[in-house]
């Protein structure tokens, strides 16, 4: 299911940028940088983010679970340059419940391709409307993008964006999801 990448075509071309960002790929400290970088590559975009779908039956019905502070790391498709973003989840459980790593599995296995913030949380949202089969699901991520911290205006910041749908459209279940990401 994951993509593939070519790791020799990656190679060559990074030799190739060296050659173009004026460097002598063949000097000593760059001789292995085409392989190291194709190897980050292939570690990013042939990520295996497991087995995702393991529920359970709720013990209790319309209760709201959340779990925040996930770090992530991902590309940002604009710039080719990281971003890391904490990422907070709620549903509420009406039938199933989702196992608790397996929130951390979805949300890296999107972070690990070349997307943006808003993308990134909205498929995690639509992941798990199809895993729980519910749409009362809320999704947040703060974080920093490189492409703002070490180029153009230079300046650190946290961006947040998120995804609500369903009962957290509500007021007072929004301002409960909130309230728990704000305070964790
Ligand atoms: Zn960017």
């Known amino acids: 299911m994951t993509r593939k990448i070519d790791h020799d075509k990656v190679k060559s071309l990074v030799t190739e940028l060296l050659t173009a960002l004026g460097e002598d790929p063949t000097r000593e400290g760059l001789q292995e940088t085409p392989r190291r970088i194709a190897n980050f590559w292939r570690e990013f975009i042939e990520y ?5 779908d393991t529920t359970f039956a709720a013990v209790k019905h319309n ?6 502070g996930m770090k992530v790391w991902s590309m940002c ?6 971003f890391w973003c ?8 009406d039938d199933k419940v989702l196992g608790l ?5 979805i ?3 999107h972070a690990h391709k070349l997307t943006l913030q808003e993308q990134l949380v909205s498929d995690i949202a639509n992941e798990l409307k199809g895993i729980l ?4 699901i809320a999704v947040m991520a703060k974080g920093e993008h490189l492409c703002m911290t070490m180029r153009g205006i230079k300046t650190p910041h946290r961006m947040i964006s998120s995804a609500l749908s369903g009962k957290f459209h509500q007021a007072e279940q929004r301002a409960e999801f909130f309230q728990i990401v704000n305070s964790a």
């Open 77 to 82: 498709e604009h710039h080719m340059l990281p």
């Open 86 to 93: 904490d990422v907070s989840i709620a549903y509420i459980a």
């Open 63 to 68: 209760q709201m679970v959340a779990v925040t």
């Open 133 to 136: 089969g519910t749409n009362d």
């Open 101 to 105: 790593s397996k929130f951390a599995r």
């Open 48 to 52: 295996d983010a497991g087995k995702l």
């Open 107 to 109: 949300a890296h296995k």
